[in-house]
């Protein structure tokens, strides 16, 4: 059970963690509080300099260790050690977390950070399950798929869940026997030091987890631009994710996986159970305040149930309590930072502009904190913003159809791929749908991920190259050599 704690007594770790020690540095990018817009503390920014020393660091980590050629039991015992301990400081790393993100501390302690601490473990399980195989071959040869992990990879994480985003990577990298660089958000960089601080107190070697703040431009740049990093791992806009692409070739070839933005819809249809869907699509939106990869942000509605589900979603869209990321009682987040919300602000109003009806919301909400109120827009042109861009706020748009082709036609984004939801009672029409849908996850009669840890996450489309999650994630970060030995 969490509690509400005074942000001004926390102290922040500002510097960059390399080997097992945090290295002073000059904060260089104002960091303000979205809870009240307080200005409280500098994100540093790495050079290349200091990028190539994290980088080394890990290389000499490795040896040193032997992490990737240790008995694959160890790897998963000290990641266990790893994870008991996260869950152990849960209410520390939720406060530095809440304190600096729009993630409410309720919502951290049982949630964001218990389940990276549950994925760390499910990760750890992979490391003496999963190798390499004997193939058939004919007498004269034996052949084998070996398995080896990269070495180093970096890894670059969003804001909007930071701690989970570090334990989608770190996870996998980690059991599967590499080091790893990683660079948080310049917004939100601080749990992801204190979860490598927590590496070292679990007992895994010094250097294995590096973290480097700073800004894409110049030390996102440095990572993936590395000699010596031997695998990408990146989450956040489709946008960097084509300039991290260019930057590889530019630099080199290496392998990357790219978790990017969505714009994902959720098709209603009027068989399904309507106050369920209404409530399932609602609590999405809002979650967050709609700041999440795959935020169901299209609601697409059978023509004859438009106006129930639209008063439905108006009902329960402004019952989450707005407050104070660092209050225990907090339901509805603040957007990430004004510049964001003012994106909001006018993707809203030009739909309104343009003719888009306003059904509730469609306002920053009071206060010196940057929150915007829940949005649900009707009557958007397909061509609008509203509906082609990934706002990355509360606003939901609504759009009607008549029959399945249309709903297909009208989900079907140009650029993203990545979640699609769909209501209905029908099971046939539920598995035709889903084998049309476009898209790397789709929910029925649901939205969002459970603890299934095995399914994977990622994109199709612009939203991804590769997945994280599930098995998938701990294969992307070994490659394979294929042998045969004459006998
Ligand atoms: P962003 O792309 O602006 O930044 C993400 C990270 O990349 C940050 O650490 C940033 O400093 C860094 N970065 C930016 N440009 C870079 C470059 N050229 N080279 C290297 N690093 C660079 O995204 P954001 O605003 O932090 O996060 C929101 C975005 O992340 C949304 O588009 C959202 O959909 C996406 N996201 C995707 C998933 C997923 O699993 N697909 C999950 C969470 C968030």
Redesign the pocket.
């Known amino acids: 059970m969490s509690t509400s704690f005074d942000p001004d007594s926390i102290s922040f770790p500002v510097g960059h963690f390399i080997g097992d020690r945090l290295l002073d540095a000059q904060p260089v990018i104002d960091m303000h509080r979205p809870s009240d817009g307080r200005l409280y503390a500098g994100c540093p920014v790495a050079g290349a300099d200091l990028v190539d020393q994290a980088v080394q660091t890990a290389k000499k980590a490795l040896k040193d260790s032997n992490w990737g050629g240790i008995r694959p039991r160890e790897r998963t015992i000290a990641l266990q050690r790893w994870a008991d301990l996260i869950d152990a400081e849960a209410e520390a790393l939720a406060r530095l977390e809440a304190v600096s993100s729009t993630r409410p501390v309720g919502h951290l302690v049982a949630g964001d950070i218990a389940i990276t601490a549950e994925q760390i473990r499910f990760f750890a399980e992979f490391a003496d399950k999963e190798g390499s195989a004997l193939v058939p071959t004919d007498d004269a040869n034996l052949g084998m798929i070996v398995s080896e992990p990269y070495g180093v990879v970096g890894a670059?994480?969003?804001?909007?869940?930071p701690i989970s985003?570090a334990g989608?990577k770190l996870g996998p990298a980690l059991a599967a026997g590499n080091a790893i660089v990683i660079?948080?958000?310049?917004?939100t960089p601080f749990s992801t030091i204190y979860l490598a601080q927590l590496a070292i107190k679990a007992g895994l070697p010094a250097g294995l987890i590096n973290v480097v703040l700073?800004?894409?431009?110049t030390?996102?740049?440095a990572?993936?631009g590395h000699p010596d990093i031997a695998k990408v791992s990146?989450?956040?806009?489709?946008?960097?994710?084509s300039?991290?692409m260019t930057?590889i070739a530019r630099t080199g070839v290496k392998p990357m996986t790219l978790?990017?933005?969505?714009k994902s819809p959720q098709i209603v249809f009027a068989d399904a159970d309507l106050e369920k869907a209404a409530r399932v699509i609602t609590q999405n939106i809002t979650s967050n305040a709609g700041?999440?990869?795959?935020?169901g942000s299209r609601l697409l509605v059978e023509e004859s149930i438009a106006p129930q589900i639209a008063a439905l979603i108006k009902a329960q869209a402004l019952t989450a309590r707005a407050g104070p990321t660092w209050d225990a009682a907090t339901q509805y987040s603040p957007i990430?930072s004004d510049r964001?919300r003012a994106k909001i602000s006018s993707i809203v109003d030009a739909a309104i502009s343009a003719g888009a009806a306003c059904l509730t919301g469609g306002r920053m909400m009071g206060g010196d904190g940057y929150f915007y109120a829940p949005t649900l827009l009707a009557n958007v042109d397909q061509s609008s913003p509203a509906i082609t861009e990934?706002i990355?706020g509360p606003v939901l748009t609504m759009q009607t159809f008549r029959s399945e082709d249309e709903a297909i036609a009208l989900a079907d984004h140009p650029t993203y791929g990545?979640a699609a939801g769909l209501f209905t009672s029908d099971l046939s029409r539920a598995i035709r749908l889903t084998r049309r849908l476009q898209a790397g996850t789709i929910w029925v009669n649901r939205y969002g991920r459970s603890r299934d840890h095995i399914l994977p996450?990622?994109?199709y489309k612009q939203?991804?190259i590769g997945k994280?999650l599930g098995r998938e994630a701990y294969l992307a970060n070994r490659k394979t050599k294929s042998v045969l030995i004459g006998l």
């Open positions: 670059i994480t969003p804001w909007n869940f985003m989608w660079k948080p958000s310049e917004m700073g800004d894409g431009a030390t996102g740049n990572i993936t990146f989450t956040g806009s489709t946008i960097a994710g300039a991290i930057n978790e990017l933005g969505g700041q999440a990869c795959v935020a990430i964001q990934e990355f990545l996450t990622g994109g939203s991804g994280d």
